[in-house]
């Protein structure tokens, strides 16, 4: 019996409610009556009905305000409003309301078998909608924080250990003894990079994201990132040369996340390189959007791997051979964040020679608000 | 700074062990709690210089927990914290440039599991020299 869909039909006339209930009879479903507005929400709230049928003019209040008075106390309850030919108008207002559909009447018995039907479908895939959603929502926060502390700490008390050792903490280890603790540790520590950097692309939210741009100076991030990196460069004696016509336009975006790309292309520009070559940093502007190139005279990337170098997880030949460690998922979570913010992430490169990473940014515009605008205001609006 | 007794809060023995190692060979007593309820004991009945803070441990954050408990506490509330944990920081993502929020967490340090030794070390010696100073700035 559980699985019977419960029908109200809301109408003042007898006759309607009457062979409603009588037609609808046949088919598996509960069927209440009101002949009143207030009457009928009122008995909405006990009844949790699937779908409610609504005549639009009735006596005490209107069929319009009890359509939104409906959706205040369940969005999902599927309205049909039932309506006079003369009446055609207010069915449209109706349904830009949010009723679902209209009964014109008269209506014979299989126009309303056929509407209840739909009706009852668009329920069921609203129930499943938002199940699901609830559903992906808790795999998502349940294997981020699981992924995060279960299995992160054995990691770290597996590479605390090692740290005490490789140290001399317990005794000086022999330099064979050494080597081997230091491949240890780097797989471990790769290990848990990979782990760090996973957990940061499940739990990114771009709805959130976007509630959180605002207006930036892409010469100002960029040294940021620079400066963040130096200590890397200065260690192999790279020296990263930013060129940047002064000033550019702004963009309009999240600075965590785009330092994260740059820290990310930067890096990986810095990790590639030769020892003692240049990583050059070139911001352009062309028409409505910024170019940022981020050119190495590193390893380069092979041909063949190019189209999935954005892959989760994805890592390249020439990087598998070579003795830098990455998790594969730092150009994965770079192009998601791009995307984010309606821009793109692309690459040229030649193996042997180098890779010019290529980020575009469209300029902020003038729609999106302006300056003179209190950002409070902005944000209410959305 | 030999001598100084630090107490450390950290539900996993095996990730305590390997840090005990390393300040016990710097000369440092340290003693062990593996939860915030053996940890406030341990506070209670004897005196220590320096307290180190698992953040995860048990059903949730408990590590935040007690470092607010801690701060709340008048005779504990200068007593210097260093927050050590594996969880990147909780609004999301960011994991460029200091993950510690003055108002979340009240800790006076904070280093991200794994630590390497020397790093450790020279964390707790800058926050032991702080606390001394601070002690000696409030004597005068």
């Known amino acids: ?382 | 700074m030999d001598g100084k007794r630090i107490l450390m809060i950290d539900d996993d023995p095996d990730y305590v062990s390997a840090i005990k190692m390393v300040l016990e060979k710097a000369n440092y007593t340290v003693e062990v709690a593996h939860n915030p309820r053996d940890g406030f004991d341990a506070l209670e009945h004897s005196a220590f210089d320096l307290v180190i803070l698992d953040v995860m441990m048990g059903r949730g954050a408990e590590g935040i927990i007690a470092a607010r408990k801690l701060r709340k506490k008048k005779e504990l509330d200068k007593m210097p914290v260093l927050m050590m944990t594996g969880i990147r920081e909780q609004t999301g993502f960011f994991f460029v440039g200091d993950p510690r929020h003055e108002t979340y967490l009240p800790v006076d340090g904070f280093l991200e599991k794994p630590v390497a030794p020397d790093v450790l070390l020279r964390e707790v010696s800058r926050l032991l020299e702080k606390s001394a100073t601070d002690e000696s700035m409030k004597k005068e």
Not at chain 1, 222 to 244: G, N, P, W, Y
Request: charged share 30%.
């Open chain 1, 1 to 382: 019996m559980s699985n019977r869909h419960t029908v109200l039909i809301i109408d003042d006339e007898e006759v309607v409610r009457d062979s409603c209930t009588h037609i609808l009879k046949k088919g598996n479903y509960r069927i209440e009556t009101a002949e009143d507005g207030e009457k009928g929400l009122k008995m909405v709230e006990d009844l949790k009905p699937d779908i409610v049928f609504v005549d639009l003019k009735m006596p005490g209040i209107s069929g319009m305000e009890v359509l939104e008075r409906l959706s205040k106390i369940d969005a999902t309850i599927v309205s049909v409003v039932i309506t006079g030919y003369a009446t055609i108008d207010s069915a449209v207002e109706a349904i830009k309301r949010g009723a679902y559909d209209f009964l014109p009447k008269p209506f014979s018995a299989d126009e309303l078998r056929l509407i209840a039907q739909r009706a009852i479908e668009k329920r069921m895939l609203l129930l499943d909608a938002i199940a699901l959603r609830q559903e992906k929502e808790m795999i998502r926060e349940n294997l981020t924080s699981i992924i995060s502390h279960e299995l992160k700490s054995p990691l770290l008390a597996v590479q605390q250990n090692l740290f005490a050792l490789s140290q001399g903490v317990m005794g000086e280890p022999n330099p064979a003894q050494k080597e081997a603790l230091q491949r240890i540790e780097n797989r471990v520590d790769a290990l848990l990079k990979m782990i760090n950097t996973w957990v940061d692309l499940t739990s990114l939210d771009f709805r959130q994201l976007r509630e959180r741009f605002r207006p930036l100076d892409m010469p100002a991030l960029i040294s940021k990132v620079v400066d963040m990196l130096r200590v890397q460069a200065v260690s192999r004696d790279i020296e990263v040369v930013t060129h940047c016509p002064f000033p550019v336009a702004p963009v309009e975006g999240d600075e965590g996340t785009l330092l994260e790309v740059f820290m990310n292309i930067i890096g990986n520009a810095i990790k590639y390189s030769e020892n003692g070559s240049r990583v050059s940093v070139k911001i352009e502007e062309r028409d409505q959007e910024l170019h940022i190139l981020v050119s190495d005279r590193g390893i380069g990337i092979e041909k063949e791997d190019i189209p999935f170098i954005f892959d989760d997880f994805y890592r390249g030949r020439a990087q598998s051979r070579s003795s830098q460690v990455g998790s594969g998922l730092g150009l994965t979570i770079s192009r998601r964040i791009m995307k984010a913010h309606d821009g793109s992430i692309a690459v040229e490169s030649e193996p042997g020679k180098g890779s010019t990473f290529t980020v575009v940014l469209p300029k902020r515009t003038d729609k999106k608000g302006t300056d003179r605008e209190p950002r409070v205001s902005k944000q209410s609006v959305m």
